[in-house]
Every structure is written in C-alpha cells, then in structure tokens.
C-alpha cells in the first residue's frame, strides 16, 4: 500500500538560510500535518491542511510558513533557520470523512542546521 | 485543552513477559485515543485506536488497549513481550476523529531483555 512519502530524508543546512520540507500525502487523502520532534522529544504539532485551506495551527514559528497545493501534496518552508530547528519533521495524512480517520506518518526528514 | 500523560519514560521487561504501559489522559470532551509505535529512525506507526465504540481495542503485534473513563486511561498492554517489541511508544490524543491535530504524551521507551 502506498504511504506518506517526504523529501528529503536527510537535510543539512547553516544558520540563517531556508530549508523547503516536501510532503506527498496517501492517494485521496485530503488532510495534511506537519509535527517537529526535537531530539528525545514527542512530536509537537505545527499546522495542518484540510483542502488546501489551513484547519489547525500549533506551535509553528512565524519564520515558518506552509501550505497545500492543488495536487494535496505539501511544502514546508522554513527561513532564518536557528541551532534549534534542528528536528526530526514528520508529516501525516488522513482521509477525514471515512470512518477513524486516523493519520498515517511518514517516515522524517531529519534537518541538522549548524 | 487536552493533554495525555504517560507514566514512566522507561519500562524495561524480560522477553515472554508482561508489557504495560501506562497512559492518561485529561480531556473535557470525550476524546479520541492513540497509541503509536516509533522505532529507531523511522516514523510513527499506529497500534491502536479509541474511537467510542468498544472500550477494549486490540491493535496489531498483539497489543491491546482498554479506555477507563472512571480512571482517565488507555494504558497499553501485550501479554508476552518480544524482542523486537523494543521500541518508543507514544500515547496521543485527538478532540475528536475528523481531521484534528493530536497531542503526543511524553513517550515511553521500552526495552526487552532477553
């Protein structure tokens, strides 16, 4: 079965450039999540997309900014990128609608910024 | 808000043995539960989850959990630990099941001894 693939898996970059996250969600999957997960940390919610339109908004930074194209895939940009962003980033679709719409993960892209 | 909270962020078992761990939750709404696994470098897979319907919920690689809403808890449960049950295990939480953000506990890393 198809999953929720993300590009790249590894990123490395040096403070204060931008880094692009991509998200390409399960097919008819209509809802897309992006979380941080700091170094022994849980996830944190950062935003999310439910038809291309933003639903939820967490704990994103303002130097962060996301949204969702018309194809349901997802871009993640980060700019003036800071020491602590370095993170493992997931992101997660769901179908809502269709019984426990329950979010399937992807597998990470790990950013190291230095 | 809502928020889970696991107890213990380390629970080390013999292989064959018991696994338990322990998960509540504070919610004003009925919530909607979670138990995701993450294994080293990989992304979240789901166990299980609690949607309203029946309090017992078995999930895959045996595991099982119950909601007591009398004790605000979903702990996880298996009855005969493996190897490769070693693993992070993060309990989360969701308003409801239509496309909502989850809010992760801290993780419990369990170990498995032979």
């Known amino acids: 079965a198809a999953g929720v693939i993300q590009s790249p898996r590894h990123l490395i970059k040096e403070k204060r450039e931008t880094a692009t996250l991509k998200c390409y969600p399960i097919p008819r999957h209509d809802t897309v999540y992006w979380y941080q997960q700091g170094p022994g940390q849980d996830p944190q919610f950062l935003i999310s997309f439910y038809e291309k339109m933003q639903s939820d908004k967490g704990s994103i930074p303002d130097r962060f900014s996301a949204q969702q194209f018309s194809d349901y895939h997802s871009e993640l940009n980060m700019s003036s990128l800071e020491l602590g962003d370095s993170a493992l980033y997931f992101c997660?679709?769901?179908?809502?609608?269709?019984?426990?719409?329950?979010?399937?993960f992807g597998p990470g892209t790990r950013l190291t910024v230095t | 808000a809502q928020s889970v909270t696991q107890l213990g962020s380390h629970v080390s078992v013999s292989e064959g043995a018991l696994v338990l761990l322990r998960c509540n939750y504070s919610?004003?709404?009925?919530?909607?539960l979670f138990w995701y696994v993450q294994y080293p470098n990989q992304g979240l897979q789901l166990l299980l989850k609690?949607?309203?319907?029946?309090?017992l919920v078995k999930g895959i690689n045996g595991f099982e959990a119950e909601f007591k809403k009398s004790e605000t808890s979903f702990h996880l449960t298996k009855p005969s630990a493996h190897m490769s049950d070693a693993a992070e295990y993060f309990c989360?939480?969701?308003?409801?099941?239509?496309?909502?953000?989850?809010?992760f506990g801290g993780g419990t890393r369990l170990m498995v001894k032979p």
């Open positions: 989360a939480v969701s308003p409801n099941n239509a496309g909502n953000m989850l809010t």
């Open positions: 997660a679709s769901s179908q809502t609608g269709v019984g426990a719409s329950e979010q399937y």
């Open positions: 609690y949607t309203s319907a029946a309090t």
């Open positions: 919610s004003s709404v009925p919530p909607y």
